[in-house]
């Protein structure tokens, strides 16, 4: 995102009131108690290899699993029909935290950026 530059305190005294609003709606994740499960939870489609299989002619072999990474490779984990509900909610629970974590990172800086201009508009030579 561009940052706009503001030229009256009063405009970046609004600008960091948003900031704060935005920072404690982005907090709210915080305060949650339910569990997060790490990764994204999709429909895979492969084929199994088998010389004589179905999947060979274009039948693929498809199942629910949850995916992520760790130490720089991605995991899979094959989820069982009964648990399909429970771990879409928490994986999503967990994407929801993450974004907020990111949105929280931006706005710390957002506001430094707005300080630094209310400190140039406020500083005067000695
Ligand atoms: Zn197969």
């Given at each position: 995102m561009q940052k706009k530059k503001l030229h009256n305190l009063s405009q970046l005294r609004q600008a960091l009131r948003r900031l704060l609003q935005d920072l404690e709606h982005s907090l709210e994740v915080a305060f949650g108690r339910s569990p997060l499960v790490k990764g994204n939870v999709y429909e895979m489609a492969r084929k199994?290899?088998?010389?004589?299989?179905?999947c060979i002619r274009g039948q693929l072999h498809r199942s629910m699993v949850l995916s992520w990474s760790e130490e720089g490779k991605t995991r899979l984990f094959s989820i069982l029909p009964q648990r399909l509900g429970e771990l879409q909610e928490k994986s999503e629970e967990y994407l929801r935290f993450r974004r907020a974590r990111a949105r929280v990172t931006e706005i710390g800086r957002e506001i430094v950026a707005v300080l630094d201009q209310i400190e140039n508009l406020r500083r005067e030579e000695p």
């Open positions: 199994c290899g088998k010389p004589n299989c179905v």
